[in-house]
């Protein structure tokens, strides 16, 4: 196996492991008990994963102080620019702060997300998360100008259809640690038109210019924690009566939270897992956008819903419920479809993944990068997974899938 499947593979594992952790710690916490009543904080805990995401910022200035290619890393990529080239130059004069966008993106998402998690169970979630793989698709093909393949369509239809079977299933039934579960199904819903565009401007992003996920994902995280140092003190200050959204009768009670988490040896350890599992979670996450593209990263994240799941039931947060498991299907069906694992050889599906991998090589070539062969199944829709300026080519000709132009390219 080449080294690099490998390396993707491994940033896939990560954050399979890491994003399941953070969910299972997150629900743990709104069931939890601190200072005599129960933990119902989701704005704190929003703001708790923007903290976590800054842990990267430090990460990467020692990656910087140990490698010795850290020049190469930080390297700004010249590209010649053209009437037509306004988006580029717009992100080289914002330079790796355009991340800031991707995290306002994350700011609206994981605040309704994290409400969400309080009024739902766990296992639900996390597979109308799933619902992701659809939005991705729409803003790709709207926003990125990119080409889906049938292969691709049929395996997020099929995740479509496992979402609305999940989702009528936690109406039908619901668990013992859902407070609300339709209205914490309409607010993921919500969230992940949001979410969608946090997947889509990074991959915009990485597209045009040179930077480490671990930087990208600090710079986030600073961002959405500046916006909760704004938002938090109004929540604090806004009342509210309904006891399944609100704390102490306002919106946010951060002061309560603090002390419930002091008083808690439990919601101490959640609170530093959490933290730690976001930072991580969202490093592996925004390596697999650059490697593998955005829809991949989507896909990749509904297959955790498996583990949380089987926790859950394990541990009484909810009860197994059949139709679920035949939603859980369709969303698994859907993953292996569009991940090219499950490849179906009638309908011309087999023909419509060699087209996608000519087409992802030429958008490769397009975006002034280099590809290698063995990098075909996984450059994905962030073509040539670059860290470094090395892989930006000089003048060349390019054709590919039937195109032919000319690129000049500045290394």
């Not at 939890?32 to 200035?61: D, K, R, W």
């Not at 002390?259 to 925004?286: E, H, K, Y």
């Amino acid at each position: 196996m080449a080294e690099g499947k490998i390396i993707v593979y491994l940033f896939m594992l990560g954050m399979l492991f890491f994003g399941t952790a953070n969910t299972i710690i997150g629900k743990a916490m709104d069931l939890s008990h601190g200072n005599g009543h129960i933990f119902n904080h989701p704005y704190f805990q929003t703001a708790m994963m923007f903290a976590g995401e800054t842990f990267c910022l430090g990460f990467y200035f020692l990656y910087l102080k140990m490698s010795k290619t850290a020049a190469a890393e930080n390297a700004s990529v010249k590209v010649p620019l053209t009437g037509k080239d306004k988006k580029r130059s717009c992100l080289e004069k914002m330079g790796k702060f355009v991340f800031i966008i991707p995290s306002f993106f994350d700011f609206c998402a994981s605040t309704l997300m994290f409400l969400g998690l309080v009024l739902s169970a766990p296992s639900v979630y996390q597979m109308m998360r799933g619902f992701i793989m659809v939005v991705v698709a729409i803003y790709s093909v709207v926003f990125l100008r990119i080409k889906l393949f049938p292969h691709q369509l049929l395996g997020v239809s099929l995740a479509f259809i496992g979402v609305a079977i999940v989702g009528l299933a936690s109406v039908l039934y619901e668990a013992s640690s859902a407070k609300n579960p339709v209205l914490g199904i309409i607010i993921i819903i919500i969230a992940q038109f949001f979410a969608g565009g946090v997947f889509v401007s990074e991959q915009l992003f990485l597209e045009n210019i040179v930077v480490h996920p671990l930087q990208a994902v600090g710079i986030e995280g600073c961002s959405g924690f500046a916006y909760y140092l704004i938002v938090l003190p109004i929540f604090n200050l806004i009342p509210c009566n309904n006891p399944d959204m609100c704390n102490g009768g306002y919106i946010e009670n951060s002061i309560e939270a603090f002390r419930q988490v002091g008083d808690s040896t439990n919601l101490m350890l959640c609170f530093w897992g959490f933290m730690f599992s976001i930072a991580f979670f969202n490093f592996t996450g925004v390596t697999v956008t650059k490697k593998a593209g955005a829809l991949a990263r989507s896909t990749i994240d509904t297959s955790r819903t498996l583990i949380i799941w089987g926790f859950s039931i394990g541990v009484g947060w909810e009860a197994f419920i059949p139709l679920q498991l035949v939603g859980f299907f369709f969303l698994v069906l859907g993953t292996l479809v569009y991940n090219e694992v499950l490849k179906i050889p009638w309908f011309g599906l087999t023909e419509s993944i060699t087209k996608k991998h000519e087409y992802m090589k030429h958008r490769a070539e397009m975006k002034h990068q280099k590809v290698q062969d063995n990098e075909i199944d996984y450059v994905g829709y962030s073509p040539g997974a670059i860290y470094d300026a090395s892989h930006f080519n000089k003048e060349e000709k390019v054709n590919a899938s039937g195109f032919d132009m000319d690129i000049k390219r500045e290394g």
